[in-house]
């Protein structure tokens, strides 16, 4: 598996028993960011939402419930890893998040029935509106990204 250098895959310990998991998803002294904006995203199976960023925003990413395929793309013109991409499964039995900064762009796809999708945020300022966010096409052919999927339940924004 590819990485990104600028992206943090990030993995709790947990309890784990007989009734299911209990894990810290966040602690303040782990991250030298303020974040200041959580925000949730409960999609059904083989929604795909993205490819979106922005300039300000960092972003912890973790998937609370479902499953979920997410894809990363650098979108810095002047890095040499502009447009590389990496995608991780990410699930409440993975615990896995991922730390995201500026000018990356990201997309998932549910590959469960349903999922929810926490994005915890950090910027100055407004928080970007989404005429303020950089987005590019799911299926752009420059990505190269092999979606598990062909025909995805996209937006108006995302088609």
């Given at each position: 598996m ?13 309890f784990?028993?007989k ?20 925000k ?8 795909l939402?993205g490819?979106?960023?922005?300039k300000?925003?960092?972003k912890?990413?973790?998937?609370v ?9 650098n979108n ?6 502009y447009l590389k991409h990496m995608?991780?499964?990410i699930?409440p ?8 900064p500026?000018?990356f ?14 994005y915890?945020?950090?910027y100055?300022?407004i ?5 303020d ?9 420059r990505?190269k990204?092999s ?13």
């Amino acid at each position: 598996m590819k990485y990104l250098k600028k992206i943090k895959i990030l993995k709790d310990d947990a309890f784990i028993d007989k009734r299911g998991i209990y894990w810290t998803s966040w602690k303040k002294n782990r991250y030298k960011l303020n974040f200041n904006h959580d925000k949730f995203s409960l999609s059904k199976k083989n929604v795909l939402r993205g490819l979106h960023g922005d300039k300000k925003s960092w972003k912890l990413i973790s998937c609370v419930y479902g499953k979920i395929f997410f894809v990363i793309v650098n979108n810095m013109p002047k890095s040499n890893e502009y447009l590389k991409h990496m995608s991780k499964i990410i699930s409440p039995n993975n615990r896995l998040q991922i730390l995201i900064p500026p000018n990356f762009l990201t997309g998932h796809l549910v590959i469960s029935e349903k999922a929810v999708l926490h994005y915890k945020f950090a910027y100055q300022g407004i928080y970007p509106d989404v005429r303020d966010q950089l987005s590019m096409k799911w299926n752009d052919p420059r990505l190269k990204i092999s979606w598990p999927i062909n025909k995805p339940i996209l937006s108006k924004r995302d088609k």
